[in-house]
T-cell receptor, first 111, second 118 residues
Framework: DAKTTQPPSMDCAEGRAANLPCNHS???????VYWYRQIHSQGPQYIIH???NNETNEMASLIITEDRKSSTLILPHATLRDTAVYYC????????????FGSGTQLTVLP | EAGVAQSPRYKIIEKRQSVAFWCNPI?????LYWYQQILGQGPKLLIQ????????DSQLPKDRFSAERLKGVDSTLKIQPAKLEDSAVYLC????????????????FGSGTQLSVL
């Protein structure tokens, strides 16, 4: 599975959009981009995933560049409860391969 | 819908002692995972089960770690004997998808067991 690069930390003001970048320049055509987050003292929580089209759900939006070498997770109106470590992962779906977590981005939402 | 249940929540033991963690996945989930998360790092997979069979245990330190998933439902992870470097949070996760099918799998994680080895 392709590796990802994320900034180690970011801050965001409460109520503003949080834009979390992820670089996956070696992604293959059959690899999906997944985002999980981990709030302190909890297990990781699935947020969203996509292949090449932009995706949106009740939690967030995922914007994948046309060349698929990078993506951005957008939390449209960040709240204090969104403070967490956000993991960007790429993997082949439909295979037995596990999710491989990197170090992620620590997002701190400031009041 | 009930989530992934893990117990105990915390465990403190001395080195060379043994310890066991229990996990009950979401009902009907065929795949179960055990992850180890050391402070400041992302979770690392230890073992993956499909029903009651092992799919991947390549990163499980088999000289001291063992895991089983009897009847394809709940699972137990054991460490014997424990070392100081085993201090970590042990996370259990489950997913519904069969790995042989082209499904986009979501993993559901429990809150983990925090192990301190003194």
């Amino acid at each position: 599975d392709a590796k990802t690069t994320q900034p180690p930390s970011m801050d965001c003001a409460e109520g503003r959009a949080a834009n979390l970048p992820c670089n996956h320049s070696t992604i293959s055509g059959n690899e999906y981009v997944y985002w999980y987050r981990q709030i302190h003292s909890q297990g990781p929580q699935y947020i969203i995933h996509g292949l090449k089209n932009n995706e949106t759900n009740e939690m967030a939006s995922l914007i994948i560049t046309e060349d698929r070498k990078s993506s951005t997770l957008i939390l449209p109106h960040a709240t204090l409860r969104d403070t967490a470590v956000y993991y960007c992962i790429v993997r082949v779906t439909g295979s037995a391969r596990q999710l491989t977590f990197g170090s992620g981005t620590q997002l701190t939402v400031l009041p | 819908e009930a989530g992934v249940a893990q117990s105990p929540r915390y465990k403190i033991i001395e080195k060379r002692q043994s310890v066991a963690f229990w996990c009950n996945p979401i009902s009907g989930h065929a795949t179960l995972y055990w992850y180890q998360q050391i402070l400041g790092q992302g979770p690392k997979l230890l073992i993956q089960f499909q029903n009651n069979g092992v799919v991947d245990d390549s990163q499980l330190p088999k000289d001291r770690f063992s895991a089983e998933r009897l009847k394809g439902v709940d699972s137990t992870l054991k460490i014997q004997p424990a070392k100081l470097e085993d201090s970590a949070v042990y996370l259990c996760a489950s997913s519904a998808g069969q790995w042989t099918l082209p499904t986009n799998e979501k993993l559901f994680f429990g809150s983990g067991t925090q192990l301190s080895v003194l």
